[in-house]
């Protein structure tokens, strides 16, 4: 249910009977030594692409670029500004309305990109007051945060955490790398913070995690929990008006 392995006539004829749209967003940038760059944007994406399969909902390309000037110190980070964010998420949101979508819901995989999305949908309201749009960021759902509780105790992190590593390994165990035990340090700070200064303070990129309690049999259950907490989410966005429910989608 990819938009981008269908062809225009077929999403014409999606938009006759639906006009829900899927849209995964995160970033591109490092998540400790051990851990995939494109962690954000690579779990957002397939928890959207499981969700979309299963309810019908076709899933617009990942933005795989986010607010992420903080982590810019570490090799192969990039990060886009608040001002440029909150604009991609007005141009596609709104370019997409154009062609009869009314209804997006994003599922998001980073922390920094929650205040330029919620920014972006202001503005897009201001002029577009017919659409509906949500937002949900899939680590922070409590069926998500408890899991996480239980498998890793205080040593889950805030970022490059225990349960972002081990979704990552059970979506891509082939890019698995181990780690050796320990808790990164987490020191207090005000924050923001300049890239510079976070590395100083998160020295190998972690923050408070450690990742070698992560495996992919617990990446497996973490992202069966989310993906069924985004179909119920996603469930009660529709019913709201009564718009968009298909019969038998999702169930």
């Not at 006539?9 to 591109?28: C, W």
């Not at 913070?193 to 450690?210: A, I, Q």
């Not at 709201?240 to 298909?246: I, N, S, T």
Request: proline fraction near 7%; glycine fraction near 10%.
């Amino acid at each position: 249910m990819q938009i981008a392995h269908q062809n225009w006539p077929a999403v014409e004829q999606y938009l006759n009977s639906r006009s829900v749209l899927l849209i995964p967003i995160g970033s591109t940038e490092q998540h400790g030594p051990n851990g995939l760059i494109g962690t954000d944007h690579l779990v957002a994406e397939s928890l959207a692409r499981s969700v979309g399969e299963e309810m019908g909902i076709l899933v617009a390309p990942t933005l795989a670029y986010g607010m992420s000037h903080h982590h810019l110190a570490f090799p192969g980070s990039a990060s886009l500004s608040p001002e440029t964010l909150i604009r991609v998420i007005r141009d596609v949101v709104t370019s997409f309305a154009r062609n009869g979508f009314s209804r997006f819901f994003f599922i998001n995989g980073h922390g920094g990109n929650v205040s330029s999305i919620q920014a972006a949908f202001s503005d897009i309201l201001l002029d577009h007051p017919s659409l509906r749009l949500q937002l949900a960021s899939w680590w922070l759902m409590p069926e998500v945060t408890d899991q996480e509780k239980i498998f890793f105790g205080t040593e889950n992190g805030h970022h490059a955490t225990c349960g972002e590593v081990a979704v990552t390994w059970h979506l891509y165990p082939e890019d698995e790398t181990p780690i050796a035990p320990g808790v990164a340090p987490d020191p207090e700070t005000e924050w923001p913070v300049g890239p510079e200064r976070y590395r100083t303070l998160f020295p190998d990129g972690r923050m408070g995690s450690n990742p070698s309690l992560s495996s992919g049999e617990k990446g497996k259950v973490l992202f069966e929990i989310a993906r069924k907490a985004l179909v119920d989410r996603i469930r009660k966005f529709l019913s709201r008006d009564g718009a968009d429910v298909r019969k038998g989608a999702g169930e």
